[in-house]
């Protein structure tokens, strides 16, 4: 599946019907609505405002618990880490990402 049909799939709000939006940990997760090439990196750098929405998500472990990167081969950012090919990749630590309070996020139950 193309990664812009996942994002949607796993993002788009209007995809699901709204007893199932309530219920759907997805729609809570703080990179709703980043890009494709962020959510979805394969280095450090560009995964970087990913890594930041990461570190104040509120859905963080059930997000890498449903993945599972390293069963699923997964490419991107998942459970507040970036990984390719199911393997963690390792963040210089010049690259460290803190999160950034002043980005707006979508609000979380």
């Known amino acids: 599946m193309p990664a812009s049909a996942l994002v949607h799939t796993v993002l788009h709000k209007d995809a ?3 007893a199932t939006r309530a219920a759907d ?4 997760a703080a990179c709703a609505g980043l890009p494709d090439e ?12 990913a890594l930041r929405a990461c570190a104040i ?15 699923s ?3 991107g950012v ?7 090919n199911g393997k963690e990749v390792r963040i210089p630590t010049d690259l ?14």
């Open 78 to 84: 998942s459970g507040g880490r970036l990984w390719r």
């Open 25 to 28: 940990w997805r729609l809570h």
């Open 96 to 109: 460290t990402p803190e999160p950034d309070l002043a980005v707006d996020y979508p609000d979380h139950p």
């Open 57 to 71: 998500c509120p859905v963080r472990r059930r997000c890498l618990e449903t993945v599972a990167p390293a069963e």
């Open 38 to 49: 962020t959510v979805f990196a394969h280095r450090p750098k560009p995964a970087l405002p």
């Open 73 to 75: 081969w997964f490419d």
């Open 16 to 18: 699901y019907p709204a």
